[in-house]
């Protein structure tokens, strides 16, 4: 018989005969301990043994005990809050979501960046100087005024989702489009529109693709930090600077670094 005991811990418990009377302690290979104690006195006393086990949860820093808020059902969820930012669970709550916005924001950045690079379009400006682009069809007020009105909407209805999860889903709610977006859960929109390869229908049990793509976005939010501040630095963009390593890693990368580093 298992018995969880707390978090983290297990009681195994069994029974069975021995030959001797008294308590035996043995000390396992986890640093656990076995107590043998007598159930009754007679020529064939039984006996229980309670073993306590460490169960194995991976955390950010192995061998540091999680939060207990944090218990590993959220996706992603590997002890990491050193500064106690989730011990509010309202608070977790979005702090949940606003990570998974910028997760997806940061992917489609990342994407764009390098692939877009890539493609042979001359004419494609360099990602940092994207924003100062002055474009004939429309001038930039408008298209600010334009990302200002779409943008607001999207994140009012995600906003009133979040605060009352469900009811953006209701008839008459989005523009009778609310069938194809299937409100699955916050964050989780779903539907044929943005997920059309149904790979997560059953969203309560969809924990694998939650975490594929929470771990996929942290890495996109660790790589915009990097092009930012490689931009600052070389003036190149990503594809551009690994194309100038490439071509000389001794001279363009490791001289000029120490270079700009001495001046």
Known sequence: MDVAVGKGFQILACSGSSSFIGKTVNKTS?????T????????????FRTTVQAQERPTWLPGLDPPPYLDGSLAGDFGFDPLGLGEDPESLRWYVQAELVHARFAMA???GILLLRVT?????????????????????RTLFIVQLILMGFVE???YMDFASPGSQAKDGSFFGLE???EGLEPGYPGGPLLNPLGLARDIKSSQEWKLKEIKNGRLAMVAMLG???????THVGPVDNLVQHLANPWHNTIIQTLAGSGS
Do not use: C, M
Request: glycine share 12%; net charge positive.
């Open 30 to 34: 986890l640093g656990a301990t076995n």
């Open 36 to 47: 043998h104690f007598p159930a009754r006195t007679g020529p064939a006393p039984r006996y």
């Open 109 to 111: 950045g990342v994407a």
């Open 120 to 140: 042979g379009i001359s004419d494609l400006p360099v990602w940092y100087e994207a924003g100062a682009t002055k474009f004939g069809f429309a001038s930039t």
């Open 156 to 158: 009012t209805k995600r």
């Open 179 to 181: 069938a194809s977006l």
């Open 227 to 233: 092009f930012f501040v490689q931009a600052s630095v």
